[in-house]
C-alpha cells in the first residue's frame, strides 16, 4: 500500500542555514513525488514535484528535491533559508496507473530563527 | 494566489447536522479534489470529481458527498455530522484528471463540531 513518512515532525533551523527535509515513500508502483508548502491560515502551494528525467528537481523559492529510486526518497533541500520559509512542508505521492488519489506526509514543521 | 476560493473560512456545527462547504476552481479546471486536514496532520484525500462525475475516492464513508458544476465550481456535502469530522477542508484544482497535474488548493474551510 502506498505511505508517506516525514521522518522529522519540527525542524529548527537559524536564518542562513541549510536546510534538509526527509521524505521517504513506500508504493509498489512508479509514483509521481511531490513538495507542498503550507503557511498558517493558507492552504498549500506546490513548491516542486518530480515526474520523470532528471532525478534533480528544481523549485520555487530556491528549494530542491532529489529523487532516489533505490531508497525510496525525496528529500527536500534548500541552501540558505530565510525567516520567511516557516511553514509546514507536505510530500506527497501519486501513483502512476490508476487508484487515483494522492497521499500526503504528515508534515515536517520548519522553523527558521534569527 | 491560486485563483481557488472557499466558503465559508469557518464554520460551527453541531453534532448530527449537515453542512455544505463550498469551491470556486480556476477558469478552465475541469477536476476537482477534496481533502480533510486534522489538525498536525496531512490532507487526507476524500474524493475527486472530473467533469461531474466521482472519479476516486478515498476511505470516507458515504455521508461525505459531493457536487461539480459545469461553472468550475463545486460542494462538499457532510451528512450527520460527528465530532471528528472537525477539521480543516481543502479543496484543490487541476487543468485535468492525472496525478501528475499540479493542484491548485484554495485556503480552506475549518469546520468545528460540537
Known amino acids: 500500500a502506498q505511505s508517506v513518512t516525514q521522518l522529522d515532525s519540527q525542524v529548527p533551523v537559524f536564518e542562513e542555514a541549510p536546510v534538509e527535509l526527509r521524505c521517504n515513500y513506500s508504493?509498489?508502483?512508479?509514483?509521481?513525488l511531490f513538495w507542498y508548502v503550507q503557511y498558517p491560515n493558507q492552504g498549500l502551494q506546490l513548491l516542486l514535484k518530480y515526474l520523470s528525467g532528471s532525478t534533480l528537481v528544481k523549485g520555487i523559492n530556491g528549494f530542491e528535491a532529489e529523487f532516489n529510486k533505490s531508497q525510496t526518497s525525496f528529500h527536500l533541500r534548500k541552501p540558505s533559508v530565510h525567516i520567511s520559509d516557516t511553514a509546514e512542508y507536505f510530500c506527497?505521492?501519486?501513483?502512476?496507473?490508476?487508484?487515483?488519489?494522492?497521499?500526503f506526509g504528515a508534515g515536517t514543521r520548519l522553523f527558521v530563527k534569527a | 494566489e491560486t485563483g481557488v476560493t472557499q466558503s465559508p473560512t469557518h464554520l460551527i456545527k453541531t453534532r448530527g447536522q449537515q453542512v455544505t462547504l463550498r469551491c470556486s476552481s480556476q477558469s478552465g479546471h475541469n477536476t476537482v479534489s477534496w481533502y480533510q486536514q486534522a489538525l498536525g496532520q496531512g490532507p487526507q484525500f476524500i474524493f475527486q470529481?472530473?467533469?461531474?462525475?466521482?472519479?476516486g475516492r478515498g476511505n470516507f464513508p458515504p455521508r461525505f458527498s459531493g457536487l461539480q458544476f459545469p461553472n468550475y465550481s463545486s460542494e462538499l456535502n457532510v451528512n450527520a455530522l460527528e465530532l471528528d469530522d472537525s477539521a480543516l477542508y481543502l479543496c484543490?484544482?487541476?487543468?485535468?484528471?492525472?496525478?501528475?497535474?499540479?493542484?491548485?488548493f484554495g485556503p480552506g474551510t475549518r469546520l468545528l463540531v460540537l
Open positions: 506527497a505521492v501519486s501513483e502512476r496507473a490508476g487508484g487515483f488519489k494522492t497521499i
Open positions: 508504493s509498489s508502483v512508479s509514483v509521481y
Open positions: 470529481y472530473y467533469r461531474e462525475e466521482e472519479n
Open positions: 484543490a484544482s487541476s487543468l485535468n484528471r492525472g496525478w501528475k497535474e499540479t493542484q491548485y
